[in-house]
């Protein structure tokens, strides 16, 4: 054999190490996984006339109901609200503690980074069902898990804003005799302001779409409407609450846009 | 009114920076501090408000007849002392996203109760000091500007009108013109040495033509203790003791 078809060779080997090896673990361990969890393609096209069905008994919505889903959609936006000012009040003081620079104590930073890490690993429904196991039904344990459940993704973001913040300012604020509290006002919040209120707004954005969901587990709200109907087969009644559900995640996504360009706008302008 | 004694000052790696610093200076004083570049001038004017914790000596500041040492005093007491500390940095350290008469404004924070400058802010009064401090360094028509559309003058200006109101009894200065061009360098200075009639100035300059201008004492460090402190107008013997067995660079003078 030639020195030149050696190398040919090995080349090959080469590329069939790099690539035809991992796309076939890729694709035997894609085929176990959906033969474990039953991936049926059959029962799928099945499915689609049914599907077809059931829309067809979605329409015309039940056009009367919208005056009634007003009420429900606007406690929907209530709870995203209030949860995500609650949510990142709070993330705001823990991501203080989290936060390297501004943390009383090396041990107090790792406990509340901790804190924070383990409230996003913790899967959102579990903290829903706990709030509605221990205050009930209603808007309240809704409030109270969007804000819980926002705390881990804002606290970690708001703290890592605090430790890029400029160090010199601090240190100024530290030498005309300020309290780190007035060092904290006076010199940090400027600094970080446009990353809390975008990521606030963003988080905003995704308790919408939670808190409709909030309501399918008995938390209040247009979700709790959509729910109902659709176990009481008022697949009519369903849609309006559907239609509402669009026109409300658009909205909201439209309004926090327009503030985000109020008030981040003119930073960039000016 | 500031008295430094047997300052000492070792860094984290273990060498012995500041050995020994003994000097005094009074009201009415302009002094600047000279010496090699790492010979601890920053970390001495760090020690006199307390920023880095000496390891051995003391810093008293005498500015009401009632004399205050520095060195282990924490939390309020600090702060107390502290307030009647200017102290100007390299870079203004202003914060950026606030406006000029704001940052004018946290000269005050040591002075306001911490809960009402938290909730309330300032009073019309201290806004109106602010504004006369800012007319003094002649950058009133930049209150209302963001700190951070400044130029690097201008900002310096910011800083000593923040300095001053804190109606410090001394002023540090770490390199306050080094990062201006010439002409902005002198504005800065002349807006500084007036200043003196109120208070002590403590700067690090390197220009020795700054220094015969403007300061009234010199002070020059080498290996961790004072090795020249006198006349401003410093002979090119002594220049070439404290800068060592390199030939002194004083770099070419500001506003020629």
């Known amino acids: 054999m ?36 039953r991936v049926d393609l059959g029962a799928f096209l099945a499915g689609i006339p049914r599907g077809i069905t059931l829309f067809g008994h979605m329409l015309p919505p039940q056009w009367e109901d919208f005056p009634g889903l007003i009420g429900p959609a606007l406690e929907t936006v209530q709870i995203a609200f209030v949860g995500t000012v609650l949510g990142a009040a709070l993330a705001f003081l823990i991501g203080l503690l989290a936060a390297g620079n501004l943390s009383p104590h090396r041990a107090v930073r790792e406990l509340a980074r901790g804190a924070l890490t383990a409230e996003r690993a913790l899967p959102d429904l579990i903290i829903i069902l706990f709030f ?4 009930g039904l209603g808007a ?10 926002s705390i881990g993704m804002l606290g970690k973001l708001f703290a890592d804003a605090f430790e890029e913040v400029d160090p010199k ?7 005309v005799g300020a309290t780190k509290a007035q060092i904290i006002r006076y010199a940090v919040l400027p600094q970080v302001f446009p990353s809390l209120i975008a990521n606030t707004l963003y988080r905003f954005d995704v308790n919408i779409r939670m808190s409709i969901f909030l309501g399918v587990v008995g938390a209040g709200g247009i979700g709790f409407h959509l729910v109902m109907s659709m176990r009481l087969l008022q697949y009519r009644e369903a849609m309006a609450s559907i239609l509402v559900i669009l026109v409300l995640v658009v909205l909201c996504e439209k309004l926090s846009d327009a503030f985000r360009r109020r008030i981040l706008g003119q930073e960039v302008l000016r | 009114m500031i008295t430094v004694k047997g300052l000492s000052k070792k860094l984290p790696d273990g060498t012995l920076l500041l050995k020994d610093i003994n000097f005094q200076v009074e009201k009415g004083e302009f002094v600047a501090l000279f010496g090699e570049s790492g010979v601890g001038k920053t970390v001495l004017l760090r020690c006199v408000n307390g920023l880095t914790v000496p390891d051995n000596g003391e810093v008293v500041i005498n500015g009401d007849g009632n004399p205050q040492r520095i060195n282990g005093k924490k939390g309020k007491e600090l702060r107390r002392i ?13 914060v950026k996203r606030l406006s000029v008469l704001e940052n004018v404004m946290t000269g005050r924070l040591g002075w306001i109760s911490p809960a009402r400058s938290l909730l309330y802010g300032f009073t019309d009064k201290e806004v109106d000091r602010a504004l006369e401090a800012l007319a003094k360094v002649g950058v009133k028509h930049l209150a209302f500007r963001r700190a951070e559309t400044l130029s690097g003058g201008e900002m310096q200006r910011v800083a000593i009108a923040r300095a001053i109101l804190q109606e410090p009894y001394l002023l540090l200065a770490d390199e306050p013109v080094a990062s201006l061009d010439p002409k902005n360098a002198e504005v800065v200075l002349d807006y500084l040495k ?29 290996d961790g203790v004072v090795a020249y402190d006198g006349k401003p107008d410093v002979s090119p013997e002594v220049l070439s003791a404290v800068y060592g067995s390199r030939p002194p660079v004083w770099p070419v003078a500001a506003g020629q």
């Open chain 1, 2 to 37: 030639s020195v030149a078809a050696l190398g040919a060779m090995i080349v090959h080997l080469k590329k069939f190490r790099k690539y035809v090896l991992p796309a076939l673990a890729a694709t035997l361990l894609l085929w176990g996984a959906s033969t474990i969890s």
């Open chain 1, 132 to 135: 509605v196991a221990i205050v």
């Open chain 1, 140 to 149: 309240f344990p809704g409030v109270m898990a969007v804000a819980v459940c």
């Open chain 1, 169 to 175: 300012p601090l240190e100024a604020m530290a030498a």
């Open chain 2, 82 to 94: 502290r307030r009647r500390i200017g102290m100007i940095f390299q870079g203004s350290n202003l």
């Open chain 2, 194 to 222: 007036p200043l003196t009639e109120q208070m002590a100035i403590i700067g690090v300059f390197h220009h020795l033509d700054i220094v015969r201008k403007y300061c009234t004492r010199a002070i020059g460090i080498k």
